[in-house]
Structure formats: structure tokens, C-alpha cells
């Protein structure tokens, strides 16, 4: 399968604001958080977390704030794309879809959020589980796309996930 187009991204990005109004704020503020620091405090993270998903509040919460201050910020000056991300890993409740959201809005033109809804409109088969060859080639692939489309990571990321909320077969 091929991704959608950039007129595609679009649409379905628009239709993904529609649904969600609200979630263009907090995301917002995660964008403005970032600009200004570059870590997180336990409350940003718990709430950045429960954006992602809701099911690891209780690991989240086991993460003391001077830990995530300092994990994150280690994750964050690194230069090398495997430490960014497995470093995210060391925090509880953290997977590699948790620490592509930290990346997503920490670094807004270069890393998309995984998920599987995203996965298969990039073309992708879901893999049984995750790896830093699989996170280096999907990354690789998105950034394609947002230059290809001249469009920036968050419409490209919105827009391929409502492509497969709307198109995906079960």
C-alpha cells in the first residue's frame, strides 16, 4: 500500500481536528513546554503519558520527578537516535510508543508518534514487537514523507493516523 498523498494528509488531518478540537491545545502545551525546557517534570510526563495511553498511569506515577528530570534530559542532549529512545525506556511505563511521543513533541519536524494506526498508512506490516532497526526505519520513512509533502510532522502524523481510523479493516 501506498501512504496517502499530501492532499490526503491534509483532509484526513482536518478531519482528526474536527473530531478532536481540544487535543490541539494540550498538544499545544506540550510544544510550548518543550520550547522552553528540555526535560520533563513528573507532572508534564504523567500527562504526556495519559495522552498517549491511558493503561500505564500506575508506572508512570512509580517514576520519582528527579528521575524523570534526569532521564529526560539525558534522552534529550543525546545526538545518537538509539540512546534517545532507549533511554526514554529506563522510565516505567515508558514503550517505544511512549518515548516517540516525548520525541514527537520534543522534536517537532522529526520523529512521528508510533502507532499502529500510523504504521499501516505508512505501509508497514505491524510487527509482533518492536526494535531500533524497525523505530530507525519508520522514522526514516515518515521524515521522507513530511519533506516529500512539505508538510509539518504533527499534520503528517495526524493525517495518517485518521487515514487508518477511516480505512483500516479491522
Known amino acids: ?12 488531518a482536518r478531519l482528526y481536528e474536527k473530531r478532536w ?4 491545545v494540550l498538544e499545544n502545551k506540550f510544544f510550548e ?7 520533563l517534570d513528573k507532572g508534564t510526563f504523567v500527562r504526556l503519558g495519559r495522552w498517549k495511553t491511558q493503561r500505564q ?4 506515577l512509580r517514576n520519582s520527578d528527579e528521575l524523570i ?4 534530559r539525558k534522552a534529550l542532549r543525546a545526538q545518537d537516535e538509539k ?5 526514554l525506556m529506563e522510565l516505567h511505563g515508558v514503550s517505544w510508543a511512549v518515548a516517540s511521543v516525548i520525541l514527537h513533541f520534543a522534536f517537532p519536524d ?9 504504521i499501516w498508512s505508512l505501509g508497514f506490516k505491524q510487527p509482533k514487537s518492536y526494535n531500533f532497526n524497525f523505530w530507525q526505519e519508520y522514522v526514516e520513512r515518515f521524515r521522507r514523507l513530511c519533506k516529500a509533502t512539505d508538510l509539518p510532522a504533527r499534520t503528517v502524523d495526524r493525517g495518517l493516523w485518521m487515514f487508518s481510523k477511516l480505512n483500516q479493516k479491522a
Open 1 to 12: 500500500m501506498k501512504p496517502p498523498t499530501k492532499n490526503e494528509i491534509v483532509r484526513y
Open 21 to 24: 478540537p481540544d487535543a490541539a
Open 33 to 39: 513546554w518543550f520550547g522552553k525546557k528540555r526535560y
Open 57 to 60: 498511569i500506575k508506572n508512570y
Open 69 to 72: 528530570r534526569l532521564i529526560t
Open 83 to 87: 540512546i534517545r529512545i532507549e533511554t
Open 110 to 118: 522529526e520523529y512521528p508518534i508510533l502507532d499502529f494506526r500510523a
